[in-house]
C-alpha cells in the first residue's frame, strides 16, 4: 500500500504551497486512489525534476477516506484548520466532493477533483476545479450510440437487489443497458447478467468510462461476462512521453509487494491526477514569482459555521491562476473552462476477449448520422445490431383493446359470447391488422380485449379519447385498433403509427329534385344576374342604333313608331357612308352575343325539361350556423369539438350511436327534433352515402384531419416497425385490394351533384358583354366627333361658357330636329343614291 506521506521542500530558499490530499487509500472496490496517488507521486518527482530552477515547492500532506464521506469532510477540514494548506486535490468521489467543496469555499481553497465527475458539483461553487471529464460530456457520445443503433434507454440496475432488478428488466420490452456504477457493483452486474442469460444475442451493454477505464484490471471470469460490450471513454492522444510514463507506471505496481492491483494500461484518471499536479505546481510558482506566500495569519468565523476557518490570501490568487493555465499534460490538452476540463473526444470500444477493440470516435461538434462504427461484435458472438427491444418471451400476450359498439360497426364488429366469454371480431380494420402483424419480422403474441362504448342499460361508457388514455395507463389494454383517428389531444398520452386509412371530415345532406312542370322553369337556365345584364345590353343596343340610325338616313320627320321599324330592318339598308358601316358593327357585335346566348339557353332548358335536377337541402357551414340548424355526429367521437370549433353551439350538436338513428335524424329535419346535416368522417360518410342511396350528397368542404392508426403507449418500440409495415403495405397495393373489395359490397352508386345541369353564369358571357360593350361605345363616340366636326357653328356656340342655360337647351333642340330623318334614302337604277331633299 502507498504510504500515507508529506512531502517536504528541499531547500529553506524555496516558497512552500501546502497542498492537502484526500483519496481512498485502501478500498478494494475503487482502485481510483491508488492508481491517482501512484500517478502524483511520479508527477512530483517528474516535474521538480525538470523544474530544478523554480522558486516554489508544492509540500503534499496526504489523507485516507476511507470511502466515506464524513471521514473525508474530517480530513479536509483538519487540512484547513490545522495544516493550513492552500488547496485540497480530492476527494477522490462526487458525494465526498459535494460536502468538501464547501468548506473550500467558506475559507477561499481551491478544491480540486480529478476524479469526482458529478455535472452537479461545478454550479455550486467557483472554488471547485473539475480537471477531469464530467458525466454530462459522456451522455451526447452515448446518446450517439443509441442513435446509430436506434436503441432505447431505460432505467440502470440500482444497488440493492442485483438479481431481483435484473429479471425485472428482463421482462421489460428494452434490451438495451447503459451500466453507470462503481467498479465493484458494475462486475457483480455482468456476472450475474451472464448467468441468467442477459448477455447472449439480443441484447446490447454500454458501460460508462469508470468501468471502460478499469477494464484491463478485472478478472477473468468478469472479462468472459463482459464480452461484446461498448465502453466510452475519453479518447487520449499518443505521445512518446505517454508511453514512457505508463511503462514506469506498470513497473512500480508490479514492484510493489502492499499493493493489490495490477493495472495492465495507464488509467485516464490517474493522467489526469499527473496533469492536476503539474498544474497546480505551475500556478503556485506564478503566484509565487508575485511575491504572495502561504503565510495565512488571519482567522475569521464564518457564520454559516460554528467553527473557525483560516481565510487563505493564497487560495483566491492560486486558483486565478490554475484556472488560467494552459498546456499539453499527458491526457492531452489541460484547459479549464468554466472550472471544468475542457470536453475532449471520446473512443467507443468494443470489449473482445481480453482486449479493447476500437470501434468508432466521438467528438463533440460532430452529429450523430455521421459517426461511423467499424465491425461491433455484440453479446453472443452476434455481429448483427441488436434492435433495442424485444417482446418478453414470458407468455404474456400484448391486449390489443377494440372498440365494441352497437352501431357504425361496418368495418369494425366486435361481439362476446356470453357463454363462453371468447371475443370475435372481424372487419376491414382486422383484416389489416392480422397483415400488418404478419408482415412484421418477428412474432407478436397478442388477445382482443373489448371496449365497450355502452352500458348494458344503454347509456354510454366511455369514447375514443378515453380508450387511447387507457392505452396510455396500459392497465387493461397494450394497444388498440379500429376507427381512431389520430388528434393533437390524443397524441399527447398515446404513440400512433402511421394511418392505415385515409382522414377527412365532410358532411351530408338530404337531397331535393327540382320540379321540371314549375312554371318558371323557363328562367332557370341563366341565372338572374346573366337575364338582367342580357337585359340592360339590349336596351343599351337598341338606343345606340338608334342614334347612329337618326344620323344615317336622311328623310322627312317620320313617328316613333318608324323609329323603331327603321332600326329594325336598318341591316338590310346600310345606309351611306361610314356612318352605316358603325350601325353595322354595333348590329353585328350584339348578334354574336344574342345568337351565343339563343343557343346556350336552347341546350340547359332541353336537359333540364328531361333530367332530374339535384339539389341539397343546405349548402355550406355558415347557412347551418345562420338558421340555427342542428347537426349530427357519431357518439363518443372526437367530432363534438371539432363542430364546436367550426362555430356550432353545442347545444345544437346531437349524437348518434348507429347508421339507422341518423337517418331518420336527416329524414325528420332540425324543425321535427332531427338534424340538418350529418359530420362523420369520409369512410363512414361513403358508407352511408352507399347505404342509403340517393337519399343524401355530401355538400360543403371537406376538412382535412389525419386517418385511422393503432394506438401504443408512449415510448413504445413497436411503432417504428408497425409504420414500416403499413409503408410496405400500402406500396405494395395489398390495403388498396382490401379497400376494393369494402367498395364492391356497396349495391349503390352515390349520386354526383355534379352530373345535372346547371344554370349558367354571368361570367360564361362577361368577355362577350365587354367587346360588345366597347364597340357600342366606339362606334357612338366616332359618329359623334363627325357630325360635331361638320357643324363648327354648334360648336362654337356651346363652346361659349358665358351662354345662358337656356341658349344651350335651345341649341341642343334645333340640333335634334335638323338631325331628325325624314325619309329613306333612294337610290337610282343604277345604285347612284339620289340628292338629300
Not at 380485449?449 to 392497465?475: R, T
Not at 403507449?713 to 409495415?725: F, M, Y
Request: proline share 5%; net charge neutral; hydrophobic share 40%.
Amino acid at each position: 500500500m502507498l504510504p500515507v506521506l508529506t512531502v517536504q521542500s528541499s531547500s529553506g530558499d524555496t516558497i512552500d504551497f501546502q497542498v492537502g490530499i484526500i483519496l481512498d487509500l485502501r478500498s478494494r472496490d475503487s482502485p481510483v486512489g491508488q492508481i491517482g496517488m501512484s500517478c502524483l507521486s511520479m508527477a512530483y518527482s517528474d516535474f521538480y525534476s525538470l523544474h530544478r530552477d523554480y522558486k516554489t515547492r508544492l509540500v503534499l500532506h496526504v489523507r485516507d477516506s476511507n470511502g466515506s464521506v464524513v471521514d473525508a469532510a474530517a480530513a479536509a477540514l483538519h487540512l484547513i484548520q490545522d495544516v493550513k494548506v492552500d488547496a485540497i486535490i480530492g476527494p477522490q468521489k462526487s458525494l465526498q466532493a459535494n460536502f468538501v467543496m464547501d468548506l473550500g469555499d467558506r475559507a477561499r481553497i481551491p478544491i480540486i477533483s480529478f476524479s469526482a465527475t458529478s455535472p452537479s458539483l461545478i454550479p455550486q461553487t467557483s472554488y471547485f476545479v473539475q480537471t477531469a471529464q464530467s458525466d454530462a460530456d459522456q451522455v451526447q457520445a452515448i446518446a450517439s450510440i443509441a442513435e446509430a443503433f436506434q436503441s432505447a434507454f431505460p432505467k440502470s440496475a440500482s444497488d440493492d437487489v442485483i438479481t431481483k432488478e435484473l429479471y425485472k428488466m428482463m421482462s421489460m420490452q428494452t434490451r438495451v443497458f447503459v451500466v453507470h456504477t462503481s467498479q465493484s457493483l458494475g462486475t457483480r452486474v455482468f456476472l450475474k447478467a451472464k448467468e441468467i442469460g442477459m448477455m447472449s444475442e439480443g441484447y446490447a451493454w454500454i458501460v460508462t468510462s469508470g468501468l471502460t477505464d478499469l477494464f484491463n484490471m478485472v478478472d477473468s471470469d468478469v472479462a468472459e461476462a463482459m464480452q461484446g460490450v461498448l465502453g466510452v471513454k475519453p479518447l487520449i492522444p499518443k505521445s512518446k512521453e505517454l508511453q514512457s510514463f505508463t511503462s514506469r507506471l506498470i513497473r512500480m505496481f508490479l514492484q510493489a509487494d502492499d499493493l493489490d492491483i495490477k493495472p495492465a494500461d495507464a488509467s485516464v484518471f490517474g493522467l489526469w491526477a499527473y496533469d492536476t499536479l503539474s498544474a497546480l505546481a505551475m500556478a503556485a510558482e506564478r503566484v509565487g514569482n508575485n511575491g504572495t506566500t502561504s503565510m495565512k495569519n488571519k482567522a475569521n468565523v464564518d457564520p454559516r459555521c460554528t467553527f473557525a476557518l483560516g481565510i487563505s490570501e493564497t487560495g483566491p490568487k492560486l486558483l486565478q491562476e490554475l484556472l488560467a493555465t494552459r498546456f499539453k499534460g499527458l491526457a492531452g490538452e489541460f484547459n479549464l473552462v468554466n472550472g471544468q476540463l475542457k470536453q475532449t473526444p471520446y473512443q467507443i470500444v468494443n470489449i473482445v476477449e481480453r482486449a479493447e477493440r476500437d470501434v468508432g470516435i466521438w467528438k463533440p461538434s460532430a452529429e450523430v448520422s455521421r459517426i461511423t462504427f467499424r465491425t461491433i461484435i455484440w453479446p453472443g458472438d452476434s455481429k448483427v445490431a441488436p434492435r433495442g427491444w424485444e417482446f418478453p418471451a414470458n407468455g404474456k400476450k400484448l391486449r390489443i383493446g377494440v372498440p365494441q359498439k352497437p352501431g357504425f360497426n361496418e368495418f369494425l364488429k366486435v361481439e362476446t359470447d356470453p357463454s363462453t366469454n371468447r371475443t370475435e371480431v372481424r372487419g376491414y380494420y382486422k383484416d389489416i391488422f392480422d397483415s400488418v402483424m404478419a408482415t412484421l419480422p418477428y412474432a407478436i403474441p397478442h388477445e382482443y380485449v373489448p371496449y365497450p362504448f355502452y352500458n348494458p342499460d344503454g347509456s354510454q361508457a366511455g369514447s375514443y379519447n378515453d380508450l387511447v388514455y387507457e392505452v396510455s395507463l396500459q392497465e387493461k389494454y397494450d394497444a388498440a385498433f379500429g376507427d381512431i383517428t389520430i388528434t393533437a389531444n390524443r397524441s399527447i398520452y398515446a404513440d400512433f403509427s402511421l394511418p392505415y386509412a385515409e382522414g377527412g371530415v365532410t358532411s351530408i345532406v338530404p337531397i331535393k329534385y327540382e320540379d321540371a312542370h314549375n312554371v318558371f322553369t323557363f328562367l332557370k337556365p341563366l341565372t338572374k344576374e346573366l337575364w338582367l345584364t342580357t337585359a340592360i345590353f339590349y336596351f343599351a343596343t337598341a338606343l345606340a342604333i338608334w342614334i347612329l340610325g337618326s344620323r344615317s338616313i336622311t328623310a322627312s320627320r317620320d313617328s316613333p313608331g318608324q323609329h323603331a321599324g327603321i332600326i329594325c330592318y336598318f341591316p338590310f339598308f346600310p345606309g351611306e357612308g361610314i356612318r352605316g358601316s358603325l350601325l353595322c358593327l354595333v348590329l353585328v357585335s350584339w348578334a354574336s352575343v344574342a345568337n351565343l346566348l339563343n343557343s346556350t339557353y336552347t341546350a340547359s332548358l332541353s336537359s333540364r325539361l328531361t333530367v332530374q335536377k339535384l339539389q341539397p337541402t343546405v349548402t355550406d357551414v355558415v347557412q347551418l350556423i345562420t338558421n340555427g340548424d342542428y347537426v349530427g355526429c357519431q357518439q363518443g367521437s372526437f367530432l363534438v369539438g371539432f363542430l364546436k370549433n367550426l362555430g356550432f353551439k353545442e347545444s345544437r350538436i346531437r349524437t348518434y350511436n348507429s347508421s339507422e338513428d341518423c337517418d331518420k335524424a336527416l329524414m325528420l329535419g332540425s324543425k321535427n327534433g332531427g338534424i340538418s346535416a350529418y359530420y362523420d368522417v369520409l369512410p363512414h360518410i361513403r358508407i352511408l352515402l352507399s347505404r342509403y342511396c340517393g337519399k343524401y350528397m355530401m355538400v360543403g368542404p371537406t376538412y382535412r384531419t389525419d386517418g385511422f392508426a393503432f394506438a401504443f403507449p408512449k415510448g413504445s418500440p413497436a411503432v417504428a416497425d408497425i409504420s414500416r409495415a403499413i409503408i410496405n403495405l400500402t406500396e405494395n397495393g395489398i390495403i388498396k385490394e382490401f379497400e376494393q373489395q369494402l367498395s364492391d359490397n356497396s349495391a349503390c352508386t352515390v349520386p354526383d351533384n355534379n352530373s345535372s345541369p346547371t344554370s349558367v353564369t354571368l361570367r360564361s358571357f362577361w368577355v362577350l358583354f365587354l367587346i360588345t360593350g366597347c364597340v357600342m361605345v366606339t362606334c357612338l363616340l366616332v359618329s359623334q366627333f363627325m357630325y360635331l366636326s361638320k357643324n363648327r357653328p354648334f360648336l362654337q356656340r356651346m363652346s361659349d361658357f358665358k351662354a345662358k342655360i337656356l341658349s344651350r337647351a335651345d341649341a341642343w333642340s334645333k340640333y335634334l330636329k335638323k338631325s331628325n330623318p325624314s325619309s329613306l334614302p333612294k337610290t337610282t337604277s343604277t345604285g347612284d343614291q339620289l340628292p338629300r331633299s
